[in-house]
Protein backbone atom coordinates (compact mmCIF):
# COMPACT_ATOMS: atom_id res chain seq x y z
CA UNK A 1 0.00 0.00 0.00
CA UNK A 2 1.19 3.29 -1.07
CA UNK A 3 1.73 6.07 1.74
CA UNK A 4 -1.02 8.12 0.26
CA UNK A 5 -3.62 5.42 0.17
CA UNK A 6 -2.94 4.48 3.84
CA UNK A 7 -3.34 8.13 4.22
CA UNK A 8 -6.64 7.76 2.97
CA UNK A 9 -7.72 4.39 5.00
CA UNK A 10 -6.70 6.11 7.84
CA UNK A 11 -8.58 9.14 7.78
CA UNK A 12 -11.81 6.44 6.66
CA UNK A 13 -10.93 4.80 10.22
CA UNK A 14 -11.02 8.01 11.83
CA UNK A 15 -13.83 9.15 9.89
CA UNK A 16 -16.09 5.57 10.74
CA UNK A 17 -14.72 5.67 14.49
CA UNK A 18 -16.08 9.28 15.25
CA UNK A 19 -19.35 8.41 13.78
CA UNK A 20 -20.22 5.41 15.07
CA UNK A 21 -23.53 4.65 16.41
CA UNK A 22 -23.81 3.59 19.85
CA UNK A 23 -26.98 1.98 21.31
CA UNK A 24 -28.75 3.35 24.03
CA UNK A 25 -28.98 0.84 26.72
CA UNK A 26 -31.76 0.38 29.66
CA UNK A 27 -29.99 0.25 33.12
CA UNK A 28 -32.75 -1.54 34.90
CA UNK A 29 -32.35 -4.61 32.00
CA UNK A 30 -28.01 -4.24 32.68
CA UNK A 31 -28.27 -4.25 36.61
CA UNK A 32 -30.44 -7.41 36.20
CA UNK A 33 -27.35 -9.25 34.40
CA UNK A 34 -25.38 -12.04 35.87
CA UNK A 35 -22.40 -13.37 35.05
CA UNK A 36 -22.96 -16.67 32.98
CA UNK A 37 -19.68 -18.56 34.14
CA UNK A 38 -20.28 -17.83 38.16
CA UNK A 39 -23.60 -16.57 38.55
CA UNK A 40 -22.30 -13.19 40.08
CA UNK A 41 -23.51 -10.22 40.20
CA UNK A 42 -20.46 -7.76 41.77
CA UNK A 43 -20.38 -6.78 38.03
CA UNK A 44 -18.78 -3.55 36.10
CA UNK A 45 -19.23 -1.63 33.19
CA UNK A 46 -17.27 0.84 30.65
CA UNK A 47 -16.90 1.15 27.13
CA UNK A 48 -15.52 -0.84 23.98
CA UNK A 49 -12.13 -0.58 23.95
CA UNK A 50 -12.62 -0.69 20.22
CA UNK A 51 -9.41 -0.19 17.59
CA UNK A 52 -10.82 0.20 14.03
CA UNK A 53 -14.29 -0.94 13.84
CA UNK A 54 -17.31 1.40 13.82
CA UNK A 55 -19.74 -1.02 15.18
CA UNK A 56 -17.70 -2.36 17.71
CA UNK A 57 -16.66 1.32 18.82
CA UNK A 58 -19.95 2.37 19.78
CA UNK A 59 -20.63 -0.80 22.32
CA UNK A 60 -19.79 -1.10 25.84
CA UNK A 61 -18.44 -4.30 28.15
CA UNK A 62 -19.38 -6.03 31.51
CA UNK A 63 -16.88 -7.63 33.59
CA UNK A 64 -17.63 -10.35 36.38
CA UNK A 65 -15.52 -9.03 39.42
CA UNK A 66 -15.62 -13.14 40.62
CA UNK A 67 -14.27 -14.89 37.79
CA UNK A 68 -13.01 -12.03 35.68
CA UNK A 69 -15.20 -12.57 32.62
CA UNK A 70 -16.74 -10.10 30.44
CA UNK A 71 -18.79 -9.69 27.94
CA UNK A 72 -21.46 -7.24 25.80
CA UNK A 73 -24.44 -6.83 27.55
CA UNK A 74 -26.89 -6.73 25.01
CA UNK A 75 -29.43 -8.95 24.64
CA UNK A 76 -30.02 -10.29 21.37
CA UNK A 77 -27.00 -8.55 19.62
CA UNK A 78 -27.40 -9.20 16.19
CA UNK A 79 -23.99 -9.93 14.72
CA UNK A 80 -25.35 -11.69 11.41
CA UNK A 81 -24.78 -7.87 9.67
CA UNK A 82 -21.56 -7.23 11.16
CA UNK A 83 -19.73 -10.92 9.63
CA UNK A 84 -21.61 -10.73 6.61
CA UNK A 85 -21.28 -7.35 5.79
CA UNK A 86 -18.46 -5.59 7.71
CA UNK A 87 -16.19 -8.49 8.93
CA UNK A 88 -14.15 -9.23 5.82
CA UNK A 89 -13.89 -5.27 4.72
CA UNK A 90 -12.14 -4.97 8.12
CA UNK A 91 -9.87 -7.54 9.46
CA UNK A 92 -9.04 -10.15 6.14
CA UNK A 93 -6.72 -8.16 4.20
CA UNK A 94 -4.74 -11.30 3.61
CA UNK A 95 -7.89 -12.10 1.28
CA UNK A 96 -6.49 -10.43 -1.48
CA UNK A 97 -4.42 -13.82 -2.33
CA UNK A 98 -7.28 -14.62 -4.78
CA UNK A 99 -5.80 -18.64 -6.11
CA UNK A 100 -6.27 -21.78 -4.27
CA UNK A 101 -5.38 -21.17 -1.17
CA UNK A 102 -4.04 -24.60 -0.66
CA UNK A 103 -1.88 -24.35 -3.73
CA UNK A 104 1.53 -24.04 -3.38
CA UNK A 105 1.59 -20.05 -4.76
CA UNK A 106 -0.14 -19.07 -2.20
CA UNK A 107 2.66 -17.01 0.02
CA UNK A 108 1.32 -18.79 3.28
CA UNK A 109 2.89 -21.87 2.90
CA UNK A 110 6.47 -20.41 2.01
CA UNK A 111 6.80 -17.65 5.04
CA UNK A 112 8.82 -19.05 7.90
CA UNK A 113 6.35 -17.91 10.36
CA UNK A 114 2.45 -17.34 9.60
CA UNK A 115 0.79 -17.34 13.28
CA UNK A 116 -2.53 -19.06 11.87
CA UNK A 117 -0.46 -21.68 9.68
CA UNK A 118 1.70 -22.59 12.68
CA UNK A 119 -0.84 -22.77 15.62
CA UNK A 120 -3.18 -25.05 13.60
CA UNK A 121 0.25 -27.48 12.82
CA UNK A 122 1.27 -27.03 17.08
CA UNK A 123 -2.63 -28.68 17.77
CA UNK A 124 -1.87 -30.82 15.51
CA UNK A 125 1.55 -32.12 16.53
CA UNK A 126 0.33 -31.70 20.27
CA UNK A 127 -3.17 -33.50 20.29
CA UNK A 128 -1.68 -36.55 18.48
CA UNK A 129 -1.16 -38.08 21.81
CA UNK A 130 -4.89 -38.62 22.19
CA UNK A 131 -4.87 -39.75 18.80
CA UNK A 132 -5.88 -41.81 16.28
CA UNK A 133 -8.91 -39.64 15.52
CA UNK A 134 -11.88 -41.06 12.96
CA UNK A 135 -13.93 -38.20 13.33
CA UNK A 136 -12.69 -34.15 13.90
CA UNK A 137 -15.36 -31.40 14.03
CA UNK A 138 -13.31 -27.60 13.35
CA UNK A 139 -16.23 -25.36 15.20
CA UNK A 140 -15.43 -22.30 13.42
CA UNK A 141 -12.98 -23.65 10.98
CA UNK A 142 -11.94 -20.39 8.85
CA UNK A 143 -9.89 -21.76 5.97
CA UNK A 144 -9.32 -25.12 7.27
CA UNK A 145 -6.05 -24.50 8.67
CA UNK A 146 -5.98 -27.13 11.73
CA UNK A 147 -8.27 -29.56 9.74
CA UNK A 148 -5.46 -29.26 6.97
CA UNK A 149 -3.00 -30.39 9.63
CA UNK A 150 -4.32 -32.99 11.61
CA UNK A 151 -4.95 -36.26 10.66
CA UNK A 152 -8.37 -38.31 10.74
CA UNK A 153 -10.02 -40.42 8.50
CA UNK A 154 -13.19 -37.86 8.51
CA UNK A 155 -13.12 -34.21 8.77
CA UNK A 156 -15.83 -31.59 9.30
CA UNK A 157 -16.76 -28.08 10.19
CA UNK A 158 -19.22 -25.45 11.44
CA UNK A 159 -18.21 -22.18 9.36
CA UNK A 160 -20.30 -19.59 8.50
CA UNK A 161 -18.08 -17.64 6.09
CA UNK A 162 -18.51 -18.30 2.36
CA UNK A 163 -14.92 -17.82 1.44
CA UNK A 164 -14.09 -20.32 4.24
CA UNK A 165 -16.61 -22.89 2.75
CA UNK A 166 -15.44 -22.99 -0.32
CA UNK A 167 -12.13 -23.67 0.60
CA UNK A 168 -13.27 -25.92 2.91
CA UNK A 169 -15.51 -27.98 0.36
CA UNK A 170 -13.50 -27.80 -2.63
CA UNK A 171 -10.16 -27.57 -1.27
CA UNK A 172 -10.13 -30.02 1.53
CA UNK A 173 -13.13 -32.03 0.97
CA UNK A 174 -14.40 -30.95 4.48
CA UNK A 175 -18.17 -31.88 5.26
CA UNK A 176 -19.69 -28.24 6.29
CA UNK A 177 -22.56 -28.58 8.75
CA UNK A 178 -24.87 -27.62 11.65
CA UNK A 179 -23.53 -28.58 15.35
CA UNK A 180 -26.53 -30.09 15.72
CA UNK A 181 -26.08 -32.14 12.61
CA UNK A 182 -24.41 -35.53 14.59
CA UNK A 183 -24.96 -36.86 18.15
CA UNK A 184 -22.38 -38.74 19.84
CA UNK A 185 -20.53 -38.69 16.96
CA UNK A 186 -16.92 -36.89 17.26
CA UNK A 187 -13.44 -38.07 18.88
CA UNK A 188 -12.61 -34.64 18.43
CA UNK A 189 -14.25 -30.67 18.97
CA UNK A 190 -11.14 -28.37 17.74
CA UNK A 191 -12.28 -24.71 18.85
CA UNK A 192 -9.29 -21.97 18.35
CA UNK A 193 -9.97 -18.81 18.31
CA UNK A 194 -13.91 -19.30 18.11
CA UNK A 195 -15.64 -19.00 21.62
CA UNK A 196 -14.58 -15.65 21.93
CA UNK A 197 -16.95 -14.24 18.64
CA UNK A 198 -20.49 -15.97 20.19
CA UNK A 199 -23.17 -13.43 22.48
CA UNK A 200 -23.25 -13.98 26.47
CA UNK A 201 -26.94 -15.55 25.40
CA UNK A 202 -25.82 -17.63 23.04
CA UNK A 203 -22.52 -19.28 24.49
CA UNK A 204 -24.19 -21.81 26.31
CA UNK A 205 -26.44 -23.08 23.51
CA UNK A 206 -23.13 -23.75 21.86
CA UNK A 207 -21.35 -25.65 24.98
CA UNK A 208 -24.43 -27.81 24.24
CA UNK A 209 -24.35 -28.50 21.31
CA UNK A 210 -20.16 -29.39 21.48
CA UNK A 211 -21.61 -32.07 24.36
CA UNK A 212 -24.08 -33.18 22.26
CA UNK A 213 -21.81 -33.99 19.03
CA UNK A 214 -19.34 -35.38 20.62
CA UNK A 215 -19.27 -39.24 21.69
CA UNK A 216 -19.17 -40.14 25.05
CA UNK A 217 -15.17 -39.22 26.20
CA UNK A 218 -14.71 -37.22 23.35
CA UNK A 219 -12.48 -34.63 23.79
CA UNK A 220 -12.79 -30.60 23.56
CA UNK A 221 -9.96 -28.83 22.54
CA UNK A 222 -10.81 -24.57 23.28
CA UNK A 223 -8.38 -22.15 22.13
CA UNK A 224 -9.02 -18.18 23.49
CA UNK A 225 -7.24 -15.27 24.11
CA UNK A 226 -6.42 -14.27 27.62
CA UNK A 227 -9.43 -11.86 27.39
CA UNK A 228 -9.78 -10.55 30.61
CA UNK A 229 -5.97 -10.23 31.10
CA UNK A 230 -5.77 -8.24 27.96
CA UNK A 231 -8.68 -6.29 29.55
CA UNK A 232 -7.24 -5.11 32.35
CA UNK A 233 -4.10 -4.02 30.47
CA UNK A 234 -6.84 -1.84 27.71
CA UNK A 235 -9.01 -0.05 30.78
CA UNK A 236 -6.02 1.25 32.29
CA UNK A 237 -4.93 2.72 28.75
CA UNK A 238 -2.11 0.78 27.86
CA UNK A 239 -2.52 -0.91 24.15
CA UNK A 240 0.31 -2.28 21.21
CA UNK A 241 0.31 -0.31 18.17
CA UNK A 242 -1.74 -3.00 16.20
CA UNK A 243 -3.62 -4.79 19.51
CA UNK A 244 -7.08 -4.91 19.11
CA UNK A 245 -10.14 -6.86 20.50
CA UNK A 246 -13.08 -6.38 18.59
CA UNK A 247 -14.73 -8.47 17.04
CA UNK A 248 -14.51 -10.23 20.52
CA UNK A 249 -17.62 -10.27 22.48
CA UNK A 250 -16.69 -12.54 25.28
CA UNK A 251 -13.89 -12.38 27.33
CA UNK A 252 -12.57 -15.53 28.90
CA UNK A 253 -10.32 -15.30 32.32
CA UNK A 254 -8.84 -19.17 32.81
CA UNK A 255 -11.12 -19.53 36.10
CA UNK A 256 -14.15 -18.48 33.85
CA UNK A 257 -13.42 -20.58 30.97
CA UNK A 258 -13.32 -23.32 33.51
CA UNK A 259 -16.68 -22.21 34.77
CA UNK A 260 -18.56 -22.27 31.86
CA UNK A 261 -17.32 -25.74 30.32
CA UNK A 262 -17.84 -27.71 34.13
CA UNK A 263 -21.23 -25.37 33.74
CA UNK A 264 -21.94 -27.15 30.51
CA UNK A 265 -21.44 -30.49 31.49
CA UNK A 266 -17.34 -31.12 30.45
CA UNK A 267 -14.67 -32.58 32.35
CA UNK A 268 -11.50 -30.31 32.50
CA UNK A 269 -8.40 -32.63 30.76
CA UNK A 270 -5.67 -30.17 31.08
CA UNK A 271 -6.31 -26.26 31.54
CA UNK A 272 -4.14 -23.28 32.07
CA UNK A 273 -3.82 -19.67 34.21
CA UNK A 274 -4.30 -16.51 33.11
CA UNK A 275 -2.99 -13.89 34.32
CA UNK A 276 -6.17 -12.45 35.52
CA UNK A 277 -6.97 -15.85 37.73
CA UNK A 278 -3.49 -15.52 39.30
CA UNK A 279 -3.79 -12.05 40.37
CA UNK A 280 -7.27 -12.20 41.42
CA UNK A 281 -8.22 -16.19 42.29
CA UNK A 282 -4.33 -17.41 42.33
CA UNK A 283 -3.23 -20.22 40.55
CA UNK A 284 -4.60 -23.38 42.11
CA UNK A 285 -7.41 -24.59 39.15
CA UNK A 286 -10.02 -27.61 39.31
CA UNK A 287 -8.16 -29.20 36.74
CA UNK A 288 -5.88 -32.85 37.22
CA UNK A 289 -3.02 -30.97 35.01
CA UNK A 290 -2.17 -27.40 34.05
CA UNK A 291 -0.45 -27.52 31.26
CA UNK A 292 0.12 -24.15 29.74
CA UNK A 293 -0.27 -20.14 29.88
CA UNK A 294 0.27 -17.69 27.15
CA UNK A 295 -1.71 -15.10 25.57
CA UNK A 296 -3.92 -17.25 24.51
CA UNK A 297 -6.01 -19.92 26.94
CA UNK A 298 -5.66 -23.43 25.98
CA UNK A 299 -8.23 -25.80 28.11
CA UNK A 300 -8.41 -29.57 26.53
CA UNK A 301 -11.56 -30.76 28.28
CA UNK A 302 -14.05 -34.31 27.55
CA UNK A 303 -17.62 -35.45 27.25
CA UNK A 304 -18.01 -37.82 30.72
CA UNK A 305 -18.16 -41.37 29.56
ZN1 LIG B 1 -18.42 -14.45 36.99
Redesign the pocket.
Known amino acids: MTEAAQIRRLKRQIRALRCAPSPMVPLAGLARQ???????T?LSVCRYPAYQSRFFAGLILAQ??????AWVPLPGLDLDDYYTNHYADEFRVERAYDGAFYGPENPIWSKPEHKGRDRARGHAADLARFGPFSRVLDLGAGEGLFLHAVEAAEKYAVEPDAYSVRILRDELGVTVQDLDARRDFFDLVMSSHSLEHFTYDRLGGVLAGVLAALRPGGLFHVEVPAGAAQLERFVSGERGTRQRLEPHTLFFSSH?LA?VLARAGFELVESAVCPWTETHIGADLPAPAVRRAGPALIVIARRPD
Open positions: RCIACGGDCGACGLAL
